[in-house]
């Protein structure tokens, strides 16, 4: 197995992922660092799904792989950033070595890089193979093939007005992020869901989309979640008042159903033992590690990145998380992924003496940022910390709210994948004090 590194006298940064946080954290690190390191990227594709504004094309009848792509190969170049198309095969943190093989053909041979400092940015899998009935009567808008398959459904006539089930299983958490106070008295929850927000967008675009169609309304939809209240990383008030709002319009709500169980034609079956009608299901799965992370000494029971609140693992200082296979995100949110890269940049440059301790050693405080599409030009807003131990509870509906996430996305990628500060402060703005 070959290593190809060369090191040529730089600390070379390795990041291995590609979205949201990994490409972040390259970027943030070239910044800080300039010229004095070698940054590799290894990533399984050459761009940056842009999942967040997938469901509003699915309900707009777009072809999300005509919008939401954004290709990284020239965004990496622009910060000098070596980009490796791969599967990742494994990781030896005690050798600084991690193993690789190009996709670009099948077939292709394994290889090696060594590293000075690694940041991992791998996302996670999703288990939707372990959803049964999921692939004969299951959909989701968490990539290209199941928004586009989504779609179809909805306006090729697969869908014939009846019941609607949207929800998530049973995330398994994992300890990794036990003992962290990230603001005073507070911690790092249990959740028993990997991400909410989505499946409260869902329900409020599909009950728009349904009276559009005149298929229906909001009456034959149910929401529901394993736990014993949705969401409820955005704080109780947040969730009250969204609740109150659904129930005014007629949907129905299952809470603690513990799991999904099972998948027919017309129902889905729950782990508690209920079991509702549901002609189409929209679903979020469990969240799970990838396997070449389990069992590594920088990883938890369940295979997530065992982090302090700057980022750095405790056993091996020179390895980084940032993203959704941090074992400290929860909820898995990118909003929470850029906040970690930057910490993850900071932290490397203050190691190779670019930034004192005083400006680097910013402990990650968790904000739940969510902005959700509800259809006929409208969304809501949250802004929250309350679940971890915070004081801030915001909840906005309206355009302005709606505008902010069709444009970040034209921000993001005109930006080369970044999104200035004083752009994220005029956004909070905009959401919290200008009503439309």
């Known amino acids: 197995m070959p290593d190809h590194d060369t090191h040529q006298g730089q600390p070379h940064i ?4 590609g979205n949201f946080a990994g490409l972040a954290a390259a970027q943030d690190v070239r910044r800080l660092c300039g010229d004095t390191v070698r940054i590799t990227l290894i990533n399984r594709r050459d761009y940056l799904l842009f999942i967040p504004n997938i469901p509003a094309d699915v309900f707009a009848n777009r072809n999300p792989a005509d919008h939401q792509i954004v290709p990284i190969r020239p ?3 622009k910060s ?7 599967e990742i095969g494994a990781v030896d943190v005690d050798a600084k070595s991690v193993t690789f093989v190009p996709n670009e053909r099948s077939g292709e ?3 090696a890089l060594t590293y000075d400092y690694l940041v991992i940015a791998l996302g996670n899998r999703l288990s939707f193979d372990r959803i049964e009935g999921f692939a004969e009567y299951g959909h989701t808008v968490s990539d290209l093939y199941h928004g586009e398959k989504l779609r179809k459904y909805l306006y090729d006539g697969g869908y014939k007005g009846g019941p609607v089930a949207i929800g998530s299983a049973r995330f398994h958490q994992g300890n990794g992020a036990a003992g962290l106070a990230p603001y005073p008295g507070g911690s790092i929850p249990n959740a028993l869901s990997a991400c909410e927000g989505p499946p409260l ?5 599909m009950a728009t989309w349904m009276g559009e169609q005149k298929t229906g309304g909001p009456e034959q939809i149910t929401i529901f979640t394993p736990g014993e209240t949705i969401a409820e990383d955005a704080g109780l008030e947040i969730v009250k008042k969204f609740l109150g709002l659904a129930g005014g319009m007629g949907m129905k709500y299952k809470n603690n159903v513990q ?5 027919t034609a017309t129902t889905i079956e729950f782990a508690n033992g209920e079991t509702i009608d549901a002609e189409l299901k929209i679903l979020l799965p469990d969240w799970v590690a990838h396997d070449f992370l389990k069992g590594l000494p920088i990883s938890d029971d369940q295979g997530f990145i065992i982090t302090d ?5 405790p056993k091996y200082p020179n390895v980084f998380a940032a993203g959704d296979c941090a074992a400290v995100t929860v909820p898995k949110l990118g909003a929470i992924g850029h906040q970690e890269a930057e910490i993850v940049a900071m ?6 003496g670019h930034l004192s301790a005083e400006k680097a050693d910013q402990k990650l405080e968790p904000v739940v940022m969510c902005i959700g599409d509800m259809g006929a030009g409208k969304a809501f807003y949250i802004r929250s910390n309350v679940w971890f131990g915070g004081k801030d509870e915001v909840l906005e509906i309206g355009r302005v709210p709606y505008q902010l996430k069709m444009r970040y996305r034209d921000m993001f990628i005109a930006n080369s994948g970044r999104i200035p500060a004083i752009g994220l402060v005029l956004a909070q703005f905009a959401a919290e004090h200008i009503k439309v």
């Open 80 to 86: 000098d950033v070596t980009f490796i198309q791969a």
């Open 109 to 111: 041979e394994s290889e």
């Open 347 to 352: 932290q490397i440059a203050k190691d190779l």
């Open 201 to 205: 967008e869902l329900a409020m675009s």
């Open 14 to 17: 390795l990041v291995l992922g």
């Open 259 to 263: 799991d999904i169980k099972k998948l």
């Open 309 to 313: 609140l700057l980022m750095r693992n």
């Open 75 to 77: 965004i990496l170049k």
